[in-house]
């Protein structure tokens, strides 16, 4: 069932209106990273509450107390409450969660934006509109608000094709602290999320500026902190250099067997255990619309792993990653210091995909790295041990919500859409798929492009994708019935 | 010819007078690192050079204008002037030049001294007498002063056994700036320097706490950075993980290449260019008073590279040895950043012993690290380059001046001395080596102990080795005639 046109026409006929309304959102400074701006993130919300309940919605701010530091100290500072909203609740209709977040990353003129405030939306002739959370996350909820109006003012929500439930929260920017305790609640018999069959997440881009994407997996991640100690103070490198065993040699010893030039992961079992693509996935990512000039493009320089494609995507998309992140205790300016560090710790990380967890990871990790200080032949002492792990999460793409938004995105955009998966990690798509019960349920369907700049200077949504985009929400949404009719079959 | 007793029995019986002066001289904040403190570095000097003319030594205070930063620029600080003085011009004898310096370290109490006022002499009933510079460079200075009140006061300058010409700095702790070309003028016909024979400089240490030392060695330094860039700006470790040549992945390879655990370098002709010991050379290192519960005391744990007290102390004293002291442009705080730094630099220096010169080294350092590079099969950028360099210097033992110093030695301390070099660098002993033209003329005559903690809290010289050392002082001049007639049948 596609989209009926009185709708694509009345997103057409209202779109300066819809642009309006995302300026109006743009210009709420809602930094959550700032305390100084935590009214700001709150009124945002509050914003967002009244412009549900204005087409319809029944909502609910839930509050999320005071927030807390990394040490679990009250820090007297008020979270941002949590907007819940449901309509509909016919048991002949799915249920569709949306989740979408109305926080943003700072952002200063003197950072280097190209129009005079960030929080001013700015429309240029090119279609770009520019401005702090245009395109992270408020063009993608405000689509949302878009669809919404459109059955409240044309339709007088008399048929909306699903159940909807929404959870917008206004934290994602800063850990999203409280919200995996909201959900899960919700989740449960009585809650407002009780009965979801699937959720919808538009929170990342597409792969390019030319091609829409539909996006069904993520890296999950395992942080480590791997330290090496000896002296019990720092020496001098003059009186104690070839005395006594370093540990930054030690630790850059360990540090180097951790990873190879060209990516791959010599820690054994890493590599090994995720499973080589079938041709028919080879295939999948051979139609993807990406060249290396656009890595090249992405990154300003010409540093590739690979000049195939496919062996790109793949090292982003399906294949776990560790990179080096820095090491503390050790000399980081540019002073010529000559000292011999008493204690220095590495810090890297590695993208994981299935079937490596965390814990999976970890496992392997420790031991190799125990193995190679062992062989060191060293006196100092070593501790590896992981900081902090997000599990991947990949969905199979037959399911009806991906159908559905693939059928979607044809109709609307006339294109086959890429099929991605990301490389880094949306810790909250973990949260629904586990509180939904199974990855597949979760679909992340991107609005804006490649070049969006999400957490840089002059973020920018097109103009077209926010238009269209909205349409393809709404679309998919009436895509979802013959789907899941279909996926019943 | 040994000192005569009326030397000795002076310095015995004046002791109390002496570290009343040592006290005297402590008071002074001569922080040379503290612009606050320069009038306080210029009052010490002025002192010193009034203490100098109060036991008849003819002086002069060369200005030498403002101190210049890094850059070169006029800082608007007048640097503290040096003190040239001079006595004796007998051609029939050795002229001596003597070199201290005025300046110290900074020291607060709330650094951790025990005692209330670092600036403060405490005496202390175990002898120590505590407070900054007592032992760098105040100590060793006063007992030069010391020696020359004895042949003011109670032999009137009748019988000095040589020439004298002193040479006192205070900007020793802060880079020495300007005295270089005081010191090449200053021996140039018509200088103060001129026609000097040997150079004697006591300001280093002992190896242990237990026997006197001499010090005919320093290892020279080298200084490197290796920067690795690739991307335009940092990436996103999510998204481009295993997609691009990551710039610390290279620069870990690079130093881990530099150095093995056991402390030998794998560069190419550093090791193997330092000819083996010989069987004498092999002897004299068994006989230092070292132990590897020393090197274990020192570090505050059990991390030689060996259990053997020989090859340790060749580790120090006569191989080179590379230290890897950190990474500019990578994470060094605890935070879990997982970004993948555009450009990195690594630090890492190498202490040089002959024939190795910072030349030398930095053709065999940038040769392999080029070659390690050029291998890695990396589309990364790398750079390698000394950042500042400094001569090695060793002297032969058999000049007159080292014969003197053991005579001088053996005669007040009854004991054989440590034949020492030392693994750090002392620039100005290289500065003086090449102003006389010859390393072996330069002398290293430490007065302090291996624990005094010379830029530490509770720095200390003991009671006994600035008396003690004040007679060694004395009697080195003395055994200097008879050494010198000896060197030349």
Same mark, same amino acid.
């Given at each position: 069932m596609p989209a009926p046109k009185e709708f694509l026409d009345f997103v057409d006929k209202n779109a300066d209106k819809f642009i309006q309304r995302l300026s109006e959102a743009v %210009?709420?400074? %809602?930094? %959550?990273?700032?305390p100084d701006h935590r009214q700001d993130v709150i009124n945002m919300s509050k914003w967002m509450n009244s412009q549900l309940r204005g087409v319809g919605i029944d909502t609910q701010l839930v509050e999320l107390g005071n927030q807390k530091d990394q040490d679990g100290n009250d820090m007297g500072i008020p979270l941002p409450p949590v907007v819940l909203g449901r309509i509909g609740n016919d048991t002949n209709k799915k249920t569709v969660l949306v989740y979408g977040h109305l926080d943003v990353q700072p952002a200063a003129k003197s950072d280097g934006w190209s129009t005079d405030d960030p929080f001013k939306l700015e429309i240029f002739d090119n279609g770009q509109l520019v401005g702090r959370g245009a395109t992270d996350d408020k063009g993608p909820v405000l689509g949302w608000l878009n669809v919404l109006q459109y059955h409240y003012e044309a339709n007088k929500l008399g048929d909306l094709p699903v159940n909807l439930r929404f959870c917008f929260e206004a934290m994602e920017e800063s850990g999203s602290q409280g919200l995996d305790n909201v959900v899960k609640k919700e989740f449960q %018999? *009585? *809650?407002?999320?009780?009965?979801?069959d699937c959720v919808s997440i538009s929170d990342n881009y597409w792969l390019n500026t030319r091609t829409p994407a539909i996006t069904y997996g993520l890296r999950g991640i395992a942080y480590y902190k791997v330290t090496v100690e000896g002296p019990a103070k720092d020496l001098h490198s003059g009186m104690f250099g070839r005395m006594v065993h370093e540990p930054m040699t030690d630790l850059i010893k360990i540090m180097s067997a951790l990873v190879n030039v060209d990516g791959s992961i010599p820690v054994p079992l890493i590599d090994s255990l995720v499973p080589p693509p079938t041709e028919q996935e080879a295939d999948e990512y051979k139609k993807l619309d990406y060249t290396v000039q656009d890595l090249d493009e992405s990154v300003g320089a010409s540093i590739g792993l690979s000049d195939d494609k496919v062996k790109l995507l793949m090292g982003r998309m399906r294949e776990c990653s560790l990179s080096l992140h820095g090491i503390e205790g050790a000399s980081s300016g540019p002073e010529t210091a000559t000292v011999i560090p008493a204690k220095v710790t590495g810090k890297f990380s590695i993208r994981l995909v299935p079937p490596l967890t965390p814990d999976e990871a970890t496992k392997r990790i420790t031991e190799y790295v125990q193995y190679v200080f062992d062989n060191l032949g060293t006196k100092n002492k070593m501790n590896c041990r992981m900081i902090d792990g997000g599990l991947p999460w990949v969905a199979n793409t037959s399911h009806w919500s991906y159908v559905a938004a693939k059928a979607a995105t044809e109709a609307v955009w006339k294109k086959t859409p890429d099929m991605t998966r990301e490389g880094g990690s949306i810790p909250v798509a973990l949260t629904f798929a586990d509180a939904l019960g199974n990855n597949d349920g979760v679909l992340l369907l991107p609005m804006g492009r490649g070049d969006d700049g999400a957490h840089s200077t002059n973020e920018k949504i097109d103009r077209s994708n926010f238009i269209e985009g909205t349409k393809l929400l709404g679309t998919y949404l009436y895509e979802i019935p013959a789907a899941a009719a279909a996926a019943k079959n």
């Open positions: %210009s709420y400074q %809602s930094v %959550s990273g700032n %018999s *009585g *809650g407002w999320f009780h009965g979801t």
